[in-house]
């Protein structure tokens, strides 16, 4: 059962090997071994969420070689859930691109399994160095599916893209260097004890080194002032590695998660304290910005964007209450909006092949081809989004809105997590009632494609069994929260010598 757990980040690369070794086959071979490998990527997602579903932490040792010397993946409830949310998502996006779209540039298919690949090796590590190698797996990829179709307007956003995301490597590279320097070791689990051990000493050297990973980490989950780069190249993209690119904010949230709450958490005095510290702030004004965002954009793809900035600002801010049920509610919420944000990626596409000018634009004024059809999808998908019942926007606000009801910093969240809803109704309404309430269609539409209007539909769809199945999810999520809070359950299974030999620091 041991070696299933490499699968995730084995199958996708010999796969994306293959296509790049063959890649003067023919289009329905390559996407045929894509789809193979992203759909066996969807069962590996259901089997770890099965297997985590226990409670126990699944290890790995890559080579037979012990925790702490070699290289280790671990799965618990939370990298199954990223596993499991990926795979589906990449699975959607797949088939979407299969469309047409991955024929405008050359490996596409190929890229698309390493970026795969690199997020799902993020997820599983274990040792902070081979996140930062996953890191640059999945960026590589992203760096080249980003420029995928060429443009202008590409190649721009890509340069930005390509330069903040080498200063944060760079900032990731200094950040190990100075952990490895004052402790001897990055396997996470061994790490975690080291610091809580160290020497009063090293405490600035430690609280410098974190207050960096926040730095790196800000600046894939997009946290002001790191999030500026976002809007252009997500707008630039293609729709599907648009819509995959939803869960690249993730990443950074999910690493904010595991590294804070597992290395830097244990002893009388948490080196996360530090940097945890400036969450809360960033997090609101990422809230707030985002909002702004939504109700400034020009297109329905930089609207999508600024959600994601939205849906970051709320999980950073949930997050930062740091108790079992926000933890649960702002992971029910990751689920909900990074599925939506792919979403409106698609339909935005959708929508700005039906007309004749502007693109998804909102100062266009022409007329949209199929214009029922697609009116009827975009109000159901606008009311998801929003988060209006009965869907998993509305579970999971009305969750966040719960869970923070006690707090201290509760007053703050509902004010500005409410307004920046209000702004988000009032951003789709105005998007929708300028293009759909119209009278007349275009004279000649342009054809639908039914496969694709029925693969968004199903992506909504999946949304309402998000909120339809709630209960069970929640369930499912507030164990995930209560074992990401018990960081030496993790310890005890990576190492579990050191629990033998006694070695016990407070939590």
Known sequence: MNHALILPILLPLITGAGQLLFYQAPFPLQRL???????????????????????????????????????????????????????????????????????RGAHFHALFQFQL????????????????????ILLIASYALLLHGGGRARSRAGLHYVIINLAGSALFLIALGTLYGLTGTLNMADLALRVAEAPAEDAPLLAAAS??????????????????????????????????????????????????????????????????????????LTLALGGVGVLGSDSLRTLTAYLVILSVGTLLATISLVTPAALGAALFYLIHSTGMAAVFF?????????????????????????????????FIAGIAMAGLPPFGGFVSKAWILQASAAEPQGLWLWGILLASALLVIIAISRTGSSWF???????????????????????VGL?????????????????????????????????????????????
């Open 463 to 507: 949304n309402g069994a998000l909120a339809a199945f709630g209960e069970p999810v929640m369930g499912y999520l507030e164990l995930t929260a209560e074992q990401l809070l018990d960081p030496h359950a993790y310890i005890d299974a990576v190492l579990p010598e050191a629990r033998a030999a006694g070695q016990e620091v407070s939590p």
């Open 346 to 378: 698609l339909l935005a596409d959708l929508l700005g092949q039906q007309r004749e000018e502007g693109y998804d634009r909102f100062s266009a004024t022409g007329p949209i081809g199929h214009r029922w059809v697609l009116g009827t999808l975009f």
């Open 33 to 103: 071994l894509g789809f193979a490998s992203t759909f066996w990527l969807v069962l590996l997602g259901i089997w770890c969420l099965l297997v985590a579903g226990g409670g126990e932490h699944l290890i790995y040792h890559a080579g037979d070689w012990p925790a702490p010397f070699g290289i280790v993946l671990v799965l618990d409830r939370l990298s199954a859930v990223m596993l499991a949310l990926t795979a589906v998502l990449g699975l959607c996006c797949l088939i979407y691109a299969s469309g047409g779209t991955d024929q």
């Open 437 to 459: 309430w119209r009278p007349g269609d275009m004279a000649r539409p342009y054809p639908l494609r039914a496969g694709l209007l029925t693969l968004v539909a199903i992506m």
């Open 211 to 284: 207050l960096i990973l926040l730095v790196v980490f800000g600046i894939k989950a997009a946290i002001l002032p790191l999030l500026f780069w976002l809007p252009r190249a997500y707008s630039a993209a293609s729709a599907p590695v648009a819509a995959l690119f939803a869960i690249m904010t993730k990443v950074g949230i999910y690493a904010i998660l595991r590294v804070f709450l597992l290395v830097f958490a244990l002893g009388e005095t948490p080196v996360a304290a530090t940097a945890w510290g400036w969450l809360w702030p960033l997090a609101l």
């Open 117 to 136: 690949a690199g997020l799902n090796g993020a997820f599983l590590t274990g040792d902070l160095f081979n996140l930062f190698v996953f890191f640059e």
